[in-house]
C-alpha cells in the first residue's frame, strides 16, 4: 500500500481520516477532556449546544462533547481489543484447520459453526449475565463472538494459498505444517485479516453500545456511547438532544470504520473486489 | 375448520373488547415499575406486593386512609383498656374470603398466630412483638392483650403486614392469594400483569372498578409511551426526569405528593473511618441536598435532615444541622486524621434515585477528598450484601416504610448504630399513649441521630402519579404502601 493506491480510493482516504479523527478524539480524552465527565453540577444541566458546552449538558450538567470523547475511546477500547482476542485465538485455529486438515479441520469448523448458530448478542447477553455486567466482560463477550470469525477468514484464505507451487516447495524442502503457516500462509492472507478486522471493529463498537444501552456493559461512572443513549432514552420526548449525540457518534463511528474497511479491501487485493468477502455476521 | 372457527372467536372477542373500552367502562388498567415477588403481604417486605394486594384484595382490622388516619377494617369498632394493654374488636357480620369461608374471631387469631410463629417470615414481626395473647371472645369479638403499651398498634394492625388470612389459604397465598378485599385475584401472568375483579360478595361498599389490570413496565420510555397510547390508564409513580411529558397535557393529570420514604446515604456506622463521628460529620457537610433533589428527583423531593417524613405532625426540621460547607468537612476530616481524604464503595441498588443520587454524591464527595466508587447492584445482591451480610462502606436507599425511626434502636440493623441512650429513649417511646409526650420523644430521637449523622439524610421521595384526566379517586400522598382501588372511578 502506498500513497498512490490511497489518491485511487478516494472512499479509503475519507474512512481512514474519519476514523483516525475519531480514534484521536477518544485518546485525547485520556489527557483532556474540556471539562471533567465525573464533574456533575446539577444547576447546568439540559444545555444545548453552545459556545462553553459545544455539544450541550446532560441530566446531570455534564459536557455532552466530553462524555462523546470519552465514550469513543470506550467504544475503541472495547472494539479493538475484542478483534485481538478474535485474531489471536481464530487466526491460528483457522490456519491450523488450513495446514492439518482432517480432524483438526473438522472440530474448528464444527466449533465455528455452532458459535455462529447462536445471535451474537445473545452470547454476550449470556456472558455478561453470568459473569456481571463491565466493560472488561463485554469485550469478552464480543471477543468470543470473533473467533469464529477470524478462524474462517483465515482458513478460506490459507486453503487458497496451500494449493500453491511455492507452498508444495517449501512442504518438499522439509518445512513442517507450524513453519509453512507462518512463513507462508500468514504474511498472505495478512491483508484479508486486516480488511476483516476493521469490520469486525465496527461491529464490535455496535455490540458495545448495545450492550451498554441495556445496562449490561460499561458502567458508570464511566461512560460510553451506549450508556449515554441509555441515560437519554427516558426524556427523549423532553430532550431529543441527549439521544441524537451519542446516537449520531455511534452512526458516524461505524460508517467511517466501514467505508475505510471497503477502501483497504479494494486498494489492498483488487481480486477481492470481484469475490468479495461477506463474513461480516451480526 | 377449528383454525376458522378459533379466529371467529378470537375475532369476537376482540370486537368485544373494543366495544367495552369504548363505553368507557368500569375497568382500569395500571402501569407499575416494579413485578412483586409474590402475593402474600404477610410474608414479603417488597412495596411492589402491597401496591397490587393492599386494601384491594387483603383487608386488616384496621385501614389506614389517604391522609394517614387509622379507619375501622374488618373491625367495626374497638375499646381500649385504661392500662392501654387490652384491645377489643368487634368483627364485621356475615364477611366471607373469596373462596366462600366465612371470616371469623378464630382467623383474627391465626393472623397473629402465624405472624408471630417461630418460623414466622413476616417482614415487620418485630411491629406485633407487644402481643403476648389474642383471646376469641365469640365469632365476632377478638381480644389482644398487650405487654406493653403500644402508641401504633391501631397503625400497625392496619399494614399489610396484618392483613387477615384464613388458615384454609394462607399456604397458597403467595401465588393465589384469598383475602376479604373487595377485589379478588383472577390471575398472575408473570413478567406481565396480574388481574383483579370485583369481589360480588363484597361486605362493605362496592367499588365503582369492575376490574383492574396491573402491568409491570420496568422501562420509563415504554411506560411513557403506554400511557401516550392508552395501553394503561395510569400509574401511581412515574419517572420524574420524563414527568415533563404529562404536564400541561390535558388529557392527563399528575398527581405530585408524598410518601413515607426518607432517602437516605446509609453509612456503615460500626466500620472505619464512618464510626468517628467527625468523619460523618464531614460527609454530612460535604452534601449538597438541594443539588441532589434536583438532579435525582428534579425537585419533587423534600429536604430531611433526620429519619422523619416532612409531613409528619411529629417532624423537626433538622436540614441546618449540618449545612453544605465543603471548608468544614475539609476541616472536619483533617482533624479526624485523614487531611487527604479517603477512599470508600458506594452499592447502589437498581432504582433512579439511587443510582443518580450516588453519582451526585460522589462527585460533591470528590470535592472534599472523598474518592468514592461506585458499585451498582441488582436487588438481591443488595438485600444480600447490605441489608444481611453489613458488606458495605456507603449506600443510596429510601426506607418505605411509616414511621421506622425504632430501626436506629436496633444495633444489628445494617448502619451498625448502637446507641443505649436512643435505645432507652425508643423503648420509652413505644410504651407511650399519649400524644404530647410522644411527640417530645420522636423529636428527641429526631435530633440525636441528626447530630450523630447516623447516615446521610437526603430527601424524602415523592409520589408522581400520572394519570388518565377522566380519573378520580386516587391517592396522591401515599402514607402506606399501596395502590388502593376502592375509590378509583371514571368520571366524563
Do not use: E
Given at each position: 500500500m502506498n500513497w498512490r493506491l490511497i489518491r485511487n480510493h478516494p472512499s479509503l482516504l475519507i474512512g481512514l481520516v474519519a476514523t483516525a479523527l475519531f480514534a484521536l478524539l477518544g485518546l485525547v480524552s485520556l489527557w483532556w477532556t474540556p471539562f471533567p465527565i465525573e464533574q456533575i453540577v446539577v444547576a447546568r444541566r439540559f444545555q444545548g449546544p453552545g459556545p462553553v458546552h459545544w455539544l450541550g449538558t446532560d441530566n446531570l450538567g455534564r459536557d455532552m462533547f466530553s462524555l462523546v470523547m470519552s465514550g469513543t475511546l470506550t467504544s475503541f477500547w472495547v472494539g479493538a481489543a475484542a478483534v485481538v482476542i478474535g485474531i489471536g485465538v481464530g487466526v491460528p485455529l483457522g490456519l491450523a484447520a488450513a495446514a492439518w486438515g482432517g480432524a483438526v479441520e473438522w472440530l474448528v469448523i464444527r466449533i465455528s459453526d455452532v458459535t455462529f448458530a447462536f445471535p451474537s448478542v445473545v452470547i454476550a447477553i449470556l456472558i455478561t449475565t453470568l459473569m456481571g455486567p463491565s466493560a472488561a466482560n463485554a469485550i469478552i463477550a464480543?471477543?468470543?463472538?470473533?473467533?469464529?470469525?477470524?478462524?474462517?477468514?483465515?482458513?478460506?484464505?490459507?486453503?487458497?494459498?496451500?494449493?500453491?507451487?511455492?507452498?508444495?516447495?517449501?512442504?518438499?524442502?522439509?518445512?513442517?505444517?507450524?513453519?509453512?503457516?507462518?512463513?507462508?500462509?500468514?504474511?498472505?492472507?495478512?491483508s484479508l485479516i486486516i480488511v476483516q478486522g476493521t469490520i469486525q471493529l465496527s461491529l464490535g463498537i455496535l455490540a458495545e453500545a448495545g450492550l451498554s444501552y441495556i445496562g449490561l456493559g460499561t458502567q458508570p461512572p464511566a461512560t460510553s456511547l451506549g450508556l449515554m443513549l441509555r441515560d437519554a432514552q427516558s426524556v427523549f420526548l423532553i430532550h431529543p438532544w441527549l439521544s441524537i449525540v451519542p446516537g449520531l457518534a455511534i452512526v458516524l463511528i461505524v460508517i467511517a470504520l466501514n467505508i475505510a474497511g471497503d477502501g483497504l479491501r479494494d486498494a489492498m487485493d483488487p481480486r477481492l473486489k470481484r469475490e468479495g468477502i461477506n463474513h461480516g455476521a451480526g | 375448520m377449528i383454525k376458522t372457527k378459533s379466529l371467529g372467536l378470537t375475532l369476537t372477542a376482540l370486537l368485544l373488547a373494543t366495544s367495552a373500552a369504548l363505553a368507557q367502562s368500569t375497568e382500569i388498567r395500571i402501569g407499575v415499575a416494579l413485578e412483586p415477588p409474590a402475593l402474600d403481604p404477610t410474608a414479603g417486605a417488597a412495596e411492589a406486593i402491597d401496591v397490587v394486594v393492599y386494601q384491594n384484595v387483603f383487608e386488616g382490622l384496621t385501614r389506614v386512609d389517604q391522609n394517614g388516619a387509622v379507619q375501622p377494617g374488618l373491625a367495626e369498632s374497638w375499646t381500649v383498656s385504661d392500662d392501654g394493654l387490652t384491645y377489643t374488636f368487634k368483627l364485621h357480620d356475615g364477611v366471607t374470603f373469596h373462596d366462600g369461608t366465612s371470616f371469623d374471631a378464630e382467623d383474627v387469631k391465626f393472623t397473629f398466630e402465624r405472624i408471630l410463629a417461630e418460623d414466622s417470615v413476616n417482614a415487620q414481626k418485630a411491629l406485633y412483638a407487644p402481643i403476648a395473647s389474642v383471646n376469641v371472645i365469640d365469632p365476632l369479638t377478638v381480644e389482644f392483650t398487650l405487654s406493653r403499651p403500644d402508641g401504633m398498634f391501631l397503625f400497625n394492625l392496619g399494614r399489610g403486614d396484618a392483613v387477615i388470612v384464613a388458615p384454609e389459604s394462607a399456604e397458597n397465598n403467595a401465588n393465589e392469594p384469598i383475602g376479604t378485599g373487595p377485589f379478588h385475584f383472577v390471575q398472575w401472568d408473570r413478567g406481565s400483569r396480574v388481574v383483579l375483579e370485583q369481589n360480588g360478595a363484597y361486605w362493605g361498599e362496592k367499588p365503582a372498578l369492575t376490574k383492574a389490570t396491573y402491568r409491570f413496565i420496568g422501562d420509563t420510555a415504554t411506560l411513557t409511551n403506554a400511557l401516550l397510547a392508552g395501553d394503561v390508564d395510569g400509574t401511581n409513580n412515574f419517572a420524574p426526569e420524563a414527568l415533563a411529558v404529562f404536564e400541561g397535557n390535558p388529557q392527563f393529570k399528575v398527581l405530585v405528593g408524598s410518601t413515607e420514604g426518607e432517602t437516605i446515604l446509609g453509612t456503615n456506622n460500626a466500620k472505619e473511618p464512618f464510626s468517628d463521628l467527625r468523619v460523618r460529620q464531614a460527609m454530612a457537610h460535604a452534601l449538597n441536598r438541594q443539588e441532589i433533589i434536583d438532579g435525582a428527583t428534579y425537585g419533587y423531593g423534600v429536604a430531611i435532615g433526620t429519619h422523619f417524613a416532612p409531613q409528619h405532625p411529629y417532624y423537626l426540621d433538622l436540614t441546618e444541622t449540618y449545612p453544605y460547607d465543603p471548608e468544614a468537612a475539609k476541616a472536619l476530616l483533617a482533624e479526624a486524621g485523614y487531611p487527604d481524604g479517603f477512599s470508600a464503595t458506594m452499592k447502589l441498588p437498581p432504582v433512579a434515585y439511587a443510582r443518580l443520587s450516588g453519582q451526585i454524591i460522589a462527585s460533591q464527595f470528590a470535592e472534599v477528598g472523598i474518592k468514592v466508587e461506585l458499585i451498582n447492584t441488582e436487588w438481591a445482591q443488595w438485600l444480600e450484601d447490605v441489608l444481611t451480610n453489613k458488606d458495605f462502606d456507603l449506600t443510596v436507599i429510601s426506607h418505605v416504610e411509616p414511621f421506622d425511626v425504632g430501626i436506629y434502636a436496633d444495633p444489628n440493623y445494617y448502619f451498625g448504630y448502637n446507641n443505649a441512650d436512643l435505645q432507652a429513649l425508643n423503648e420509652q417511646l413505644n410504651a407511650t399513649t399519649d400524644d404530647g409526650k410522644r411527640k417530645e420523644l420522636a423529636q428527641q430521637i429526631q435530633t440525636i441521630i441528626s447530630e450523630d449523622a447516623v447516615n446521610g439524610y437526603l430527601f424524602e421521595l415523592a409520589q408522581t402519579g400520572v394519570w388518565n384526566a377522566k380519573l378520580e379517586g386516587m391517592w396522591q400522598n401515599s402514607p402506606i404502601e399501596g395502590v388502593v382501588l376502592r375509590d378509583i372511578r371514571w368520571v366524563d
Open positions: 464480543i471477543g468470543i463472538f470473533n473467533i469464529p470469525v477470524f478462524a474462517r477468514v483465515a482458513r478460506g484464505g490459507a486453503l487458497a494459498i496451500a494449493t500453491q507451487d511455492y507452498v508444495s516447495a517449501a512442504r518438499l524442502a522439509g518445512l513442517g505444517n507450524v513453519a509453512i503457516s507462518v512463513r507462508h500462509l500468514l504474511p498472505n492472507i495478512m | -
